[in-house]
């Protein structure tokens, strides 16, 4: 049997954008794969604990007998397992490009965008939405030069910035409601905001974004369990 043909699972929960990642690669791919869900806030399954030992994190795809973990690693695993509808630039500098800024916005824009919900005091959250608008500024200038006039950062096709990024939407969504903010916006970010809707309306994604009120219920869930917990 071929390694393409090998039983996929996804080891995940609804709300993480980052195994929204991997379910959408797998979408783009055409891949049947089997999500397992995992209910962290009651303790993590014995098969997660067994499947990533180190980080002991979803996501986690199970690939026959193997198992990959950390969603953009499992992401460019995927694309290089089945080679259709590429996810990655062929280009090597359009791919460092894409890395690039999915790694700021691993580091440096999503954590931001958290921090917005969890500041404590004014200051600490003007300074939080401060630095997400400064980001989406970067990416909307970063949008014009890696979509080429065309739809998406993959430009013709949701590619892997496209997936980064987009999977984030459904969060960025839950700030501006929480907040009362609209961090994407015409004035700003216009393009940026044509293509938030291209993205959560495609097929590969529109089943796995969660709905937003759905989402910001279970952000007040864990807000209050973080606020809830002694600190040490």
Known sequence: MAKSDAAVKVLGTWASPFV???RVALNIKSVAY????ERLWEGKSELLLKSNPVHRKVPVLIHGDDTICESLIIVQYIDEVWP????????????ATARFWAAYLDDKWFPSLR?????EGEDARKAAIGQVEEGLMLLEEAFGKCSQGQAFFGKDQIGYLDITF?????????????SGIKLLNEINTPDLLKWADRFCNDAA????????????EFAKMLRGRVRATPKS
């Open 34 to 37: 089997e999500f397992l869900q």
């Open 115 to 119: 921090a917005i919900g969890m500041a």
């Open 20 to 22: 929204m990642r991997v």
């Open 205 to 216: 994604v529109k089943d796995v974004m969660p709905e937003t009120e759905k989402l910001a």
């Open 166 to 178: 987009g999977c984030f939407l459904g969060w960025l969504r839950v700030t501006e409601k929480m």
């Open 84 to 95: 259709s509808a590429p996810i990655l630039p062929s280009d090597p500098h359009e791919r």
